[in-house]
């Protein structure tokens, strides 16, 4: 039988403000938005909002999933991602890669982790590769993974201007973006390329060199960490003027921050104010990445663990501390990035989108509730997800 909640009185952000609202939900789409609908208490379950905000469900764009290789050695191999940690913080979709390690992370533990993190209730979608080149693969191409692997949708983390990179050519980049594109065309998906863009010098040149060499367009590279630092984050403006899109990574440390990283809340008000598009900009948290901090030489100063949480943290922050509109920085955590990766059906409220809906207290800009693919997952500030196993 198919669940039914109707949730009433709800001031609702689809991300656009559409005043106070009734939403149907049906199984895992919204069924139905209007004003002065019932629900007979035997038919299905009525929420009153009261006035609360509702909103789409966060998309995270980039979370390594499975885990992540540390950079301090194998003692700081980081954890995979807990569901309850998402849902607590308002994150119903998230795509998962690889990173610096694709030798003892790999595909196959990716692809698992993302079919559990979906039978657990979230939106989980992966990308084929990791940070090097040639791109690692499922199927043996890019091309067949994207098309084939239903979770695939794309490319990434293939990292460029840093140390840790294979420093892959303009022509490598070409090729690769070729192959997704294509891939991305005859599947439906959006074969976009997630690209680490590391703090050496060459910056997001080798993205402009490639588009430039080729038919390429723009948006099919999809640059990440574009605010480590203020030069990166000119470079990605300009990037984002082009055509393309930028994203800012909500994960940091006080020591990465102090080595001259912009928290994200504050390089989404500067990007703004400098006439970046603001539908080109998103964010993502890098959950479960290893935070690191290097110094000139390349020598590990510090590690930490990216957190899921960080994606609704920064989003509050915009808003509270750095007085982005509400709007402007609700896309960048769902319409945005949902709209880059081709997920239709994600980050935005609106019938026959998917049931993936985060309600807050407009006064103290708390969750309350969450629910992902019409189930409450997170209610009155309680969790209601079980793990397979007692007590995990």
Not at 313 to 330: I, S, T
Request: with cysteine; proline share 3%; net charge negative.
């Amino acid at each position: 039988m198919s669940r039914i909640v109707l949730i009433k009185n709800a001031r609702v952000f689809s991300p656009r403000d559409l005043g106070v609202c009734d939403i149907l939900v049906a199984g895992e789409k919204i069924e139905k938005i209007d004003q002065g609908l019932t629900l007979p208490a035997e038919i299905g379950e009525t929420v009153d909002a009261d006035g609360a905000w509702l909103i789409p469900g966060l998309v995270d764009s980039l979370a390594h999933i499975s885990g992540g290789g540390g950079e301090g050695g194998f003692a700081t191999r980081t954890p995979e991602l807990d569901p309850r940690d998402a849902f607590r913080s308002g994150v119903t979709t998230v795509i998962g890669v690889l990173g610096t390690d694709a030798t003892t992370r790999t595909l196959n533990e990716l692809y698992g982790k993302a079919r559990a993190l979906n039978a657990q209730g979230l939106s989980c979608y992966m990308h084929s590769g990791s940070y090097q080149f040639p791109v690692t693969t499922l199927t043996g191409s890019v091309r067949t993974d994207i098309m084939l692997v239903d979770s695939i949708i794309g490319v990434g983390e293939l990292a460029i201007s840093d140390h840790r990179s294979s420093q892959p050519s303009i022509s490598e980049l070409v090729r690769v973006a070729s192959d997704a594109r294509v891939a991305g065309l005859l599947s439906g998906k959006s074969g976009v390329i997630s690209v680490h863009v590391g703090g050496c010098k060459g910056q997001l040149q080798p993205l402009f060199d490639a588009v430039e060499a080729s038919d390429i367009p723009i948006s099919q590279f999809y640059p990440t960490h574009i605010n480590r630092n203020e030069s990166l984050l000119e470079h990605g403006i300009a990037f984002a003027r082009a055509g393309g899109y930028i994203d800012f990574t909500t994960s940091t440390t006080r020591e990465i921050l102090a080595s001259g990283e912009l928290r994200a809340s504050a390089a989404l008000r500067l990007a703004l104010e400098a006439g970046a598009p603001a539908e080109r900009i998103t964010f993502s948290s890098d959950a479960q990445g290893s935070m690191t901090n290097f110094c000139d030489k390349g020598t590990l100063q510090d590690i930490e663990v990216g957190s899921v949480t960080s994606l609704f943290e920064e989003f509050r922050r915009a808003v509270r501390e750095e007085n982005v509109d509400f709007v402007r920085a609700l896309q960048a955590v769902t319409a945005n990035p949902a709209r880059v990766l081709g997920l239709r059906h994600k980050g935005h409220i609106a019938v026959g989108r998917d049931a993936d809906l985060a309600i807050l207290d407009p006064a103290s800009f708390d969750v309350h509730h969450v629910m992902a693919r019409g189930r409450w997952q997170y209610f009155d500030g309680r969790l209601r997800f079980r793990g397979a196993f007692a007590g995990i």
